[in-house]
């Protein structure tokens, strides 16, 4: 629009007299006013840059993606932004009549933030100058990658729950029918001579052992993939936490670890599945037992705020290398030998269906502690206290 005046007016320029040539140039300027407001409102970030990197203009969406300052403009930028190849994106020598390519990129940026930004740059035509210019546009496509992650997990826990379903009917059926047969060969054996009886006796042991752990794997396996929707009822969770301890004292006593509860006189109650929430006290127990295996002590710190009750599992025992912590909740991730790599995806996930948070903290040598919050079944509300009213004069 405002291009095609310019011309329009450059050819007849000699026509003018100076009060129309004031009047044309005012329209001229209401017309830039217009691209510009149009320019500085828009989401994306426009520059136009030299093919030395002078930056010739950026609108404010450009400066907020990137950082620079608008002082900057007339200035190079090759520096300031040095990580944005800008080499490449200027680089005019392959052109061929006039500028036709497009060349787009996406590249990711920690400063002023952290972003994905994806980058179109078109050269600007009808330039005689031997200093090419380029339009640059900038778009923000952070929350689009952040929503191909989400898909693309979702999609990989439909393909785990599909193979959930056939491993249930492969694999389930025959570890059934081979339990059975060992139990009757563990029958057969008892009425062999002593001699032979008790290295058989302990081959069957060990393959009644393994079908079991396998068995185990499949169960967790199951429940990670098809959680059952918990049943919440409002539950004192010290007193779930009481019944899970009383499992594990014996195992508690023979690996010497030394096991505290600190629990203020009143804790509220919670909507919770006692079941489920046993299961989440336990893995963590477990977890922290097998963090300890030279003895240790384990603590357990209740605690509560207006919206969630708190309980802190802390144990003093290996902690959790700082390279591995970001990915302890992922299925199939474990750093033991024997592990499936599923208990903490399972209480993660249990606890986010109790409308809860998890929280972990570790130190490699020093121990870690694992946060559960879980919502209270009666929010309490805080009430602002009233500033008496003034009396009104007379």
């Known amino acids: 629009m405002a291009s095609g005046f310019f011309d329009r007016l450059v050819s007849r320029i000699d026509k003018l007299d100076p009060e129309s040539l004031q009047m044309q ?17 828009i989401q994306e970030g426009l520059m136009v840059i030299d093919n030395a990197g002078k930056l010739l203009y950026a609108n ?35 052109d061929v009549d006039g500028w036709s390519q497009l060349i787009t990129r996406e590249v990711e ?30 778009r923000d496509v952070t929350r689009d990658r952040q929503q191909e992650v989400s898909n693309l997990e979702s999609e990989r826990y439909n393909a785990i729950k599909m193979l959930a379903a056939g491993v249930a009917h492969e694999i389930g059926n025959p570890l059934n029918a081979i339990t059975i047969h060992l139990q009757l060969l563990a029958r057969e054996i008892r009425d062999l001579p002593p001699e032979s009886r008790d290295s058989l006796s302990e081959l069957v042991d060990v393959a009644q052992t393994e079908v079991s752990r396998l068995d185990t794997i499949i169960s967790q396996f199951l429940r990670a993939v098809r959680p059952a929707k918990p049943v919440l009822v409002p539950e ?33 109650s919670v909507l919770l599945d006692r079941s489920q929430i046993k299961q989440v006290f336990f893995n963590l127990f477990k977890n922290a037992l097998e963090a300890m295996p030279d003895g240790g002590n384990l603590k357990v710190v209740f605690g509560s705020t207006d919206g969630f009750v708190d309980i802190s599992i802390i144990d003093n025992g290996q902690g959790i290398p700082t390279e591995e912590l970001g990915r302890i909740f992922e299925p199939y991730h474990t750093t033991k030998t024997k592990g499936t790599g599923l208990g903490l995806m399972i209480v993660k996930r249990i606890i986010e269906d109790h409308g809860g948070e998890i929280e972990v903290a570790s130190k490699p040598g020093a121990g ?27």
């Open 109 to 138: 940026i920690t400063y002023p933030e952290h972003r994905f930004i994806s980058i179109y740059a078109v050269p600007l035509l009808g330039q005689d100058s031997p200093d090419k210019e380029v339009l640059v546009i900038l």
């Open 25 to 41: 140039m005012i329209h001229l300027a209401k017309e830039r006013g217009f691209l510009e407001a149009v320019f500085q409102s």
């Open 236 to 268: 004192h969770p010290e007193e779930v936490l009481q019944d899970t301890l009383r499992l594990l004292k014996t195992e508690c006593e023979n690996r010497r670890i030394a096991v505290s509860i600190d629990i203020p006189s009143s804790v509220p």
């Open 368 to 394: 870690t502690c694992f946060k559960i919050r879980l919502p209270r079944s009666e929010r309490r509300i805080r009430k602002l206290s009233a500033t008496a009213p003034k009396p009104r004069e007379l």
């Open 60 to 94: 404010r969406a450009a400066e907020q993606i990137t950082g620079i300052d608008a002082s900057q403009r007339g200035r190079s930028i090759l520096r300031t932004l040095r990580e944005w190849d800008w080499e490449h994106l200027l680089d005019t020598s392959d």
